[in-house]
Nanobody
Framework: QVQLAESGGGLVQAGGSLRLSCTAS????????MGWYRQAPGKQRELVAT???????NYADSVQGRFTISRDNAKNAVFLQMDGLKPEDSAVYYC???????????????????WGQGTQVTVSS
């Protein structure tokens, strides 16, 4: 019903910057929140940043002051500007969204959390 498509990962040297983008598409009625999580090898997936519709942003302590999350509500998109990258930021970054979907063909509506396929970010020292 809903798909999240990410882009923008890659390889960068420590201190550098990357910008991740994610766009939601499909049978979307309303987006409650969007955000980014990450998972490094051998570690659990962890929250990076979230931004609810009309609400305050939330950041992990480890990225506060270096990463900036933003949204383009008209395009159902979320972005993560990552500055001052460190090797410990290396991980697969996943886009996340809390969405109310509406399928007129059934009809059915509901609220679910969706995940993107992930994009690799590698920071070399």
């Amino acid at each position: 019903q809903v798909q999240l498509a990410e882009s923008g990962g890659g390889l960068v040297q420590a201190g550098g910057s990357l910008r991740l983008s994610c766009t939601a598409s499909g049978k979307i009625s309303d987006i409650k929140a969007m955000g980014w999580y990450r998972q490094a090898p051998g570690k659990q997936r962890e929250l990076v940043a979230t931004i609810p519709t009309g609400g305050a942003t939330n950041y992990a302590d480890s990225v506060q002051g270096r990463f900036t999350i933003s949204r383009d509500n008209a395009k159902n998109a979320v972005f993560l500007q990552m500055d001052g990258l460190k090797p410990e930021d290396s991980a697969v970054y996943y886009c996340w969204a809390d969405i109310i979907y509406l399928d007129f063909t059934v009809p059915v509506t509901g609220r679910e959390e969706y995940w993107g396929q992930g994009t690799q970010v590698t920071v070399s020292s």
